[in-house]
């Protein structure tokens, strides 16, 4: 079991880059790959800390690994 956790969201952008992207889309897009690959794979089960541009305190985020029984967290 893996969670993917992509960070920020919502009110919190993370960083803001030259071209005036946003971390929290950034991390949000390579999470959605990254998600989708594992679960291609046999034997693994990835889920997403969050599934639109909302914020998640961090609490909640490894508090979701937690009750998944995470073998690894990636954030």
């Known amino acids: 079991i893996v969670v993917i956790d992509p960070g920020h969201g919502g009110k ?7 071209s005036k992207s946003f971390e929290k889309d950034i991390n949000f897009e390579a999470s959605k790959i990254l998600h989708k690959k594992l679960n291609d794979l046999d034997g693994i089960k990835a889920y997403l800390t969050r599934s639109s541009d909302i914020f998640i ?4 985020r490894y508090k979701m690994a937690n009750q998944l029984n ?6």
């Open 12 to 18: 919190d952008p993370g960083a803001i880059g030259f």
């Open 57 to 60: 305190n961090l609490h909640d």
């Open 70 to 75: 995470a073998d690894i967290f990636i954030s």
